[in-house]
């Protein structure tokens, strides 16, 4: 949802001090999501097999 918001809060930016704070926030929500993806792949893949899942 912080993506989500701060991409729509981006579009709507009326300077370029309100973009680049928008856009800090666009980057902790993909943050957000990149480490939620690594975790769920994490419990999905046994612990055998992680390494050629990862490459």
């Excluded at 981006?10 to 975790?39: C, E, H, P, T």
């Amino acid at each position: 949802m912080v993506f989500l918001a701060g991409s729509a809060l981006s579009g709507r930016a009326d300077s370029m001090d309100q973009l680049i704070i928008f856009r800090a926030v666009q980057g902790v929500g993909g943050g957000g999501l990149m480490i939620g993806v690594q975790a769920i792949i994490a419990d999905l893949v046994p612990p055998g097999s992680a390494a050629a899942t990862w490459a």
